[in-house]
């Protein structure tokens, strides 16, 4: 059964920092990519962040501030989010894809993603 856990979100204020985590299991992680996304009330869920071997994307809002990494070793994938900013606020889910089908550097469509996981609150107070 393929599952992804995310995990690490909460309240915090705005300049501060979170890092959240997503646990892979149930496919080879070595052949996914991983994405982060979020979404706010009343918007479509957006691109923030994947990681796809050596590869890393961010999306323009979050550069600088965030920082994808993996462990392979734990099949875990990392967002490090720093200078935390109010419109951040969303849920984030992370989301695994194959990583062929995100050639041509389309990360940061959400359609192609097979698998999500069920999203975790971040909340950050102004």
């Known amino acids: 059964e393929v599952q992804l856990v995310e995990s690490g979100g909460g309240l915090v204020q705005a300049g501060g920092s979170l890092r959240l985590s997503c646990a892979a299991s149930?496919?080879?992680?070595?052949?996914?990519?991983i994405g982060w996304f979020r979404q706010a009330p009343g918007k479509e869920r957006e691109g923030v962040s994947c990681?796809?071997?050596?590869?890393?994307y961010y999306a323009e809002f979050v550069k600088g501030r965030f920082t994808i990494s993996s462990d392979n070793a734990k099949n875990t994938v990392y967002l490090q989010m720093n200078s935390l900013k109010p419109e951040d606020t969303a849920v984030y889910y992370c989301a695994a894809v194959y990583v062929p089908f995100i050639s041509g550097g389309y990360w940061y469509d959400p359609l192609r993603y097979d698998y999500w996981g069920q999203g975790t609150q971040v909340t950050v107070s102004s």
């Open positions: 990681i796809s071997s050596s590869d890393f």
């Open positions: 149930g496919f080879t992680f070595d052949d996914y990519a």
